[in-house]
């Protein structure tokens, strides 16, 4: 089989993946305080972080990241910042917000533009009055977005890469990724990830645990179900409260319509006792 080219497409083909796009600020210690940073300017009042990630348990995001460039404020020494590698992400100190943007260049088998994003510096308080009350307690202004990058027909390169299964081996303990050696052995004379077990008998079931050569694993699933599951009852609980939010809401408006209603009652009254005292 040849190999995937870097400049076929996959007809009818979309493939999405999501990154975090967000920002961090915290508020420094005043001038004067010992805790204060050396060599910060005097009115610079936060250190703030603004970054790309991946969100927890996605595939790797260096599969079709290659590199991602922050256009900060212009009065910044050497505002056009470059990270080449993860983590991608700048951390400066400042005093105001402004807008950043984001350029993300992709890797080069992609045959993809840069795509452009922008992400406001939040460094102020900011919210309902509960999440304001969290921001001053820790100090910590975050403000984040899910941005959603779509490769459409794909090259035939970009599309095995985010197909492949090792996108998930980051998440594997340490011990169980191996090195370069294991990954050899647990490679077939294809090329490709040998199936069943080490010992070359063949399964359909997982291994209990991951070893040297066997990168894939119960316990490695075991921990993504449970990964998964606690982010379902993340869901669950941020559901809920939505719900309670919008009964609330529900509430409200409908105090204000019948505050309403009676008003335009009274009015009405008003302007029909107004009619008749005229037409006597
Ligand atoms: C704007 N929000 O968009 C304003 C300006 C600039 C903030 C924000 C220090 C920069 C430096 C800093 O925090 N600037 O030290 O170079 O017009």
Redesign the pocket.
């Known amino acids: 089989m040849p190999a995937p080219a870097a400049n076929k497409r996959v007809k009818n083909r979309r493939i999405s993946r999501n990154i975090i796009i967000g920002s961090e600020a915290w508020n420094l210690p005043p001038p004067g305080h010992p805790d204060r940073p050396k060599g910060v300017?005097e009115d610079?009042t936060k250190r703030w972080t603004v970054y790309v990630r991946q969100p927890e348990g996605d595939p790797v995001l260096t599969t079709w990241l290659n590199k991602v460039q922050f256009k900060i404020?212009s009065?910044?020494e050497n505002p056009l910042r470059t990270c080449e590698n993860p983590p991608f992400e700048v951390t400066e100190t400042?005093?105001?917000?402004?807008t950043v943007d984001i350029r993300l260049h992709f890797q080069p088998m992609s045959g993809e533009k840069a795509q452009y994003r922008q992400h406001f510096l939040q460094l102020e308080k900011y919210g309902t009055p509960e999440q304001q009350e969290r921001q001053e307690k820790t100090g910590c202004v975050r403000a984040e977005y899910l941005e959603v990058v779509q490769f459409n027909e794909p090259t035939e390169a970009l599309f095995e890469a985010l197909t492949a299964e090792d996108q998930w081996d980051y998440l594997m303990p340490q011990s169980a990724k191996g090195g370069k050696k294991a990954a050899m052995m647990s490679m077939g004379a294809n090329g490709k990830p040998k199936r069943g077990y080490p010992n070359g008998e063949r399964s359909a079931q997982l291994p209990e645990k991951g070893s040297e050569d066997m990168m894939f694993s119960q316990e490695h699933e075991a921990a993504l179900i449970d990964l998964l599951q606690k982010k379902m009852a993340e869901v669950d609980a941020q559901l809920d409260a939505e719900g309670k939010k919008k009964d609330e809401t529900e509430q409200r408006l409908k105090a204000l319509r019948d505050e309403l209603g009676q008003a335009a009652a009274q009015q009405a009254a008003q302007q029909a006792s107004g009619d008749r005292s005229r037409r006597r």
Request: hydrophobic share 30%; charged share 0%; net charge neutral.
């Open positions: 300017p610079h404020f009065t910044y400042g005093w105001g917000g402004f």
